[in-house]
């Protein structure tokens, strides 16, 4: 199995910066794409930034203010987010595009969430 497991989430006040990490582990022969999604009370879950050997994508609301990046040799994705608004609060999920043998699929896992909360 694959397992992937958020940390860094926290209390915040605006303005205010937080690093969210997500270690991927178990049986893994290689990650294509590592994203963060995130889903506030009452909305549904969004792309914050996705990150691949292309490249990295962002969010329209988070561009400029939060960065993804990836230590591969971890097998561990990052979002630096700075300059925090009220509006990014939510609980932050990590998300994961695996294959699990040389052979196999590609299948998509999910963390089990980090809650960011930012105080205005």
């Known amino acids: 199995q694959v397992q992937l497991v958020e940390s860094g989430g926290g209390w915040v006040q605006a303005g205010g910066s937080l690093r969210l990490s997500c270690a991927a582990s178990g049986t893994i022969f290689s990650i294509n794409a590592m994203a963060w999604y995130r889903q506030a009370p009452g909305k549904q879950r969004e792309l914050v930034a996705s990150?691949?050997?292309?490249?990295?994508y962002y969010g329209d609301s988070v561009k400029g203010r939060f960065t993804i990046s990836r230590d591969n040799t971890k097998k561990t994705v990052y979002l630096q987010m700075n300059s925090l608004k009220p509006e990014d609060t939510a609980v932050y999920y990590c998300?994961?595009?695996?294959?699990?043998?040389?052979?196999?699929?590609?299948?998509?896992?999910w963390g089990q969430g980090t809650q960011v909360t930012v105080s205005s």
């Open positions: 998300n994961a595009d695996v294959r699990r043998y040389n052979l196999d699929y590609q299948r998509s896992y």
């Open positions: 990150i691949r050997e292309g490249g990295a």
